[in-house]
Structure formats: structure tokens, C-alpha cells
């Protein structure tokens, strides 16, 4: 059986003006009293027998009713349609009352025209309206135009063929010890190799609502293979090649190729200063003086002494550093190597050595101090996350400062920061008394030379720009010690003893050891350090 929603109609006789009430049909719906009051209220009838009205529709059952609206004879009206627009205006619904006595019946031309002035002009859909024109169901809703949402296109994505992370730890030995033979740390391509490939971006489409606003897409994403040198790419751009076998790095979304240059002996006075592009590798030492600087990594076979050594990517020493309080060891990534003796050394990524002695060390990542003996004794060591060590510090007693938890940038820029706010606040002490001295002159009268008048202007002009720079130094200093001791993460492994005189820091809790600790791992406990055993 078919369903049909109950709806009404105006009848009009020679009496007056009558509503009749059609029951519904099947699973219709019923009338509501609020659609036939804004029904009239539309056309204009306001004087009529509300309760009557209300009797008329509770009673409606399964024959048609009709109660006596108005002793007015109102004018015929046609047949009419509704139009309610969403708010998105992506749709518009439509929906229809029956023509009076003698009203007359819409076509198709009737409805676009009331979605027209509705507004509607874009969406319209035909199929229902010829649907309505069909088979005329009243009272019921039918969607006469739909908006097209906008299609969503695709970001340009590049695929690298080669490892883009520079933070894979090397393997270990069962002694401990680095597996110079496996360190898997860098990216050896070939001459022809695909470096990489781009997929292109597929732009959106343009979508428009139902009063013809034109709907955009996301923006998407466009992507371009950049690269230096010894390179070419295909005639499309979309894939990278190598042009010369070496090493491939990812440094600021654009890809280089090196060869390593070859130290064959010692890097001294028969070679002065190294500056490469790439990787750098050196059979023999590093002399004391001599620096290295190279885009890439810088691998070392022999010692390194006082000289200084600056990679962006990782530093492998075979042997070790015996620094003379002079030399420096900077990596933008890890730091691989047997022993750090006397010297500075910062890395991006992880640390791992046999031994640390009387040394400035600071990693971003994990320092994992192993091998046979796996000592840190003397000086400051600091990671980010974590310290691994077999004995800290020595039986003499030796001062050795084990740190963990905050980004060792941090904590430098934290230390810089006081430093240089002291300062400026002692030169500020200096020129206040001065300029004071001489505005209390130029209140008594007295008659100042240009060049004192100048050295006023000028001190007034440092003294404020100073004031600006402590503030500004102050307002970073603070937002750094907030984050210094909101801090809480990291810990510290001593897998055989810490002696006394180890001082270990967890993010900015301090914690002295005065009795030999076996076994143990350092961990922060909220304002404390808890020992806990391994």
C-alpha cells in the first residue's frame, strides 16, 4: 500500500471558507496543527475558530473532515510550495500544499521559479520535481537542489631511498664494546641509484552551494625534489638520481651526494685545515691545532689530540681523544668513539665511548659509557635523556657531575642567559649615578658643554636600550626556568659503583653521593632522587 502523509486543503463555497482534512495513508504522518496555522498565516487568513480547528484535527480519522474556517469568501489560491534553504545552503527542501477550489496546479517552470526566489540557483534537481509532478504528494518534504561539496586533493609526497635518520644507535659487542665493522651509520649509494621519488600533488575541486558560492578545496601541499651537486633528475622531475657512488644526506629537505675525501696519514702540517662537503675519513691521527670541518660525517682511524672537530653529521673516532683541554669534538648528529679524555664534546644524537675523563659532555640523546672498564670520572656530563655507565667518578674522590633530563642547549642558553643579565645590570649601576649626577646640573642651572650634552644623550640612549635587553633577557631567562623545572624525565644508570663525589642532576634536582652506591639507577621522585636497584 502506498504512504501518504495526512495534508489539507481551502475549500471555498458560497458561505464561507472551509479547511478540509485528508487522513493520512499507510505509514503517513500525521497533520500537524503549527504546518496548517503558518499555511494560513501565509495566505493571509487570521480570523478562524482556533479550537474548532484543534477538535476538527484530534478527530481526523479515516474519512476526510472540513470545518468551516471563515465566513469570508477568500480568493482561490494555487497550488504552492514551501522552499526552506539549510543554513550551509547546500540544500533546499521543498514542500507542497494542495490547490484550492478552482486554484490552479504548478508546473515545472512554477517551482524553479519559487527556488529562484528563494535563491536558489545552482543544484537543481529535475528528476524530483518531474517526481512531485508525477505523482503529487502533499505535505511532504522533497529535496529540490543540492549544493556539490568541494573534493579534497592530495599533498605531493617525496620517498627517500636511502635512511634519513641519523639516530640508529651501533651494535654492540657481548663485551660492550662498539662493533666498528657494523656501525650501519651512513648511507652508501651507488652511481644510478634512485635517491629518491616525488608524487605528485592532485589538486582539489571546486565545489558550489545551491546559490552558486563556489565552495574551495584545501589548499594542497606542493613538493619539488631539491639536491646539490652529482645529481640529475628525470625529465618529469619525479625521480632523483645519484650521479657518483659515496654517501647520500637529507640536510633541510634537500639531498647531497659526496664522495669521502681521504686523510691517508695524519692530519698536520702537510695537510693544514680540513674543509670538505662530505664525509671525511683520516687513516692516520689529528694533530693538536689542526681542525676538521665537514658537512658529512668525519671518521678518524688513529687519536685525535688538541685539535678540534665539526661534522653535520656523525664523528667516529677508532681510538679515542686525548683532548689537552683543548680539543673539541662538535657533531650534529652521534659521537661514536673509545675514549674522551680532557676535551669539550657536544652531539646532536647519542654518545658512546669506553671511558670519560675530566671532560665537558653534553649528547641531546642517550650517553652510554660501556666496554671493559665504562668509567666516567672528572667533569660534566649531560644528556637529554639518559646516562649508562659501569663506575662513576673514582676512590680519590674526584668531583664528577652526572646530568639528565633537559636539553643541554637549553641549560646553556639558561647559563648564558644569567651570566649576561648580570652583567647588564651592573653597567646599568654604572651609568644611573652618572646620568643623575648631571640632569641634578641641568636642574640647578648650570650651563653643560655639547660634549657633555652628547655624553648625556648617549648614556640615556644605552641605558634605555639596555633596560629593553634585560627585559627581554629576563623574560626568556624566566620562560627557561620554568621549563627547567617543569622537567622530569631521564635517569641514570650505574651498573657497577658510584663513588663519592658524583653529584647527579635529574632535572634539576640535585642529588650527592657520599657513600659508594652499587648497582643502581638514579631516577627523579617528584622534588627528589630515587635509587633504585638494577
Do not use: W
Amino acid at each position: 500500500m502506498d504512504n501518504q502523509n495526512s495534508f489539507f486543503s481551502l475549500v471555498i463555497k458560497q458561505d464561507g471558507t472551509y479547511l478540509r482534512l485528508y487522513p493520512a495513508v499507510g505509514n503517513g504522518k500525521l497533520l500537524n496543527y503549527d504546518e496548517i496555522n503558518n499555511y494560513l498565516s501565509d495566505k493571509r487568513i487570521y480570523d478562524y475558530d482556533i479550537k474548532a480547528l484543534g477538535k476538527v484535527i484530534t478527530a481526523l480519522n479515516d474519512h476526510p473532515i472540513e470545518v468551516k474556517l471563515t465566513p469570508v469568501v477568500v480568493l482561490p489560491e494555487n497550488e504552492y510550495v514551501k522552499i526552506t534553504v539549510s543554513l550551509d545552503r547546500m540544500c533546499a527542501v521543498g514542500r507542497f500544499y494542495p490547490p484550492s477550489t478552482k486554484g490552479q496546479l504548478m508546473k515545472a517552470e512554477d517551482i524553479i521559479n519559487s527556488l529562484a526566489r528563494s535563491g536558489v540557483k545552482c543544484g537543481i534537481i529535475i528528476n524530483n520535481i518531474e517526481s512531485f509532478l508525477s505523482d503529487r504528494k502533499y505535505c511532504e518534504d522533497y529535496i529540490l537542489a543540492r549544493g556539490t561539496e568541494a573534493t579534497e586533493g592530495k599533498d605531493a609526497i617525496i620517498t627517500y631511498n636511502f635512511n634519513t635518520d641519523n639516530t640508529s644507535k651501533p651494535k654492540l659487542n657481548e663485551d660492550g664494546t662498539v662493533d666498528f665493522h657494523q656501525l650501519d651509520t651512513i648511507s652508501p649509494i651507488n652511481k644510478g641509484d634512485i635517491l629518491a621519488t616525488l608524487t605528485p600533488a592532485v589538486p582539489g575541486k571546486v565545489g558550489t552551494d545551491i546559490s552558486g558560492k563556489a565552495l574551495l578545496p584545501r589548499k594542497v601541499v606542493n613538493r619539488i625534489l631539491k639536491h646539490g651537486r652529482d645529481i640529475h633528475l628525470s625529465e618529469d622531475g619525479l625521480v632523483m638520481y645519484s650521479d657518483i657512488s659515496g654517501h647520500a644526506v637529507l640536510k633541510d629537505g634537500k639531498v647531497f651526494v659526496s664522495n669521502t675525501y681521504e686523510i691517508m696519514a695524519d692530519v698536520d702540517a702537510s695537510t693544514g685545515d680540513i674543509v670538505y662537503e662530505g664525509n671525511v675519513a683520516v687513516r692516520g691521527n689529528v694533530i693538536t691545532g689542526y681542525s676538521i670541518k665537514a658537512r658529512g660525517d668525519i671518521i678518524v682511524n688513529g687519536v685525535v689530540e688538541g685539535a678540534s672537530l665539526f661534522a653535520g653529521g656523525q664523528i667516529i673516532l677508532k681510538r679515542g681523544m686525548q683532548g689537552m683541554s683543548k680539543g673539541i669534538l662538535e657533531a650534529g648528529s652521534n659521537i661514536i668513539t673509545k675514549f674522551i679524555e680532557n676535551a669539550k664534546v657536544i652531539a646532536g644524537g647519542h654518545i658512546t665511548t669506553e671511558a670519560i675523563l675530566h671532560s665537558k659532555v653534553s649528547a641531546k640523546g642517550d650517553i652510554v659509557v660501556g666496554g671493559k672498564k665504562g668509567f666516567i670520572t672528572g667533569g660534566e656530563v649531560r644528556s637529554g635523556t639518559a646516562i649508562t655507565v659501569k663506575n662513576a667518578g673514582s676512590t680519590m674522590g674526584t668531583n664528577t657531575i652526572l646530568e639528565v633530563g633537559i636539553n643541554p642547549e637549553i641549560i646553556e642558553e639558561f647559563r648564558n642567559l644569567e651570566r649576561s643579565i648580570v652583567n647588564m645590570n651592573a653597567n646599568m649601576e654604572k651609568l644611573l649615578p652618572v646620568i643623575e649626577a648631571y640632569k641634578k646640573k641641568l636642574n640647578a642651572g648650570e650651563k653643560l658643554s655639547q660634549d657633555k650634552l652628547d655624553y648625556i644623550r648617549m648614556a640615556t640612549e644605552n641605558c634605555l636600550a639596555l633596560r629593553n635587553k634585560i627585559k627581554e633577557a629576563s623574560s626568556r631567562y624566566d620562560k627557561l626556568h620554568i621549563e627547567i623545572n617543569n622537567c622530569d624525565g631521564g635517569s641514570i644508570r650505574v651498573e657497577n659503583i658510584a663513588y663519592p663525589g658524583v653529584k647527579i642532576v635529574i632535572s634539576n634536582v640535585n642529588y650527592f653521593v657520599r657513600n659508594e652506591i652499587h648497582y643502581s639507577r638514579f631516577i627523579r621522585d617528584r622534588a627528589d632522587i630515587k635509587i633504585v636497584g638494577l
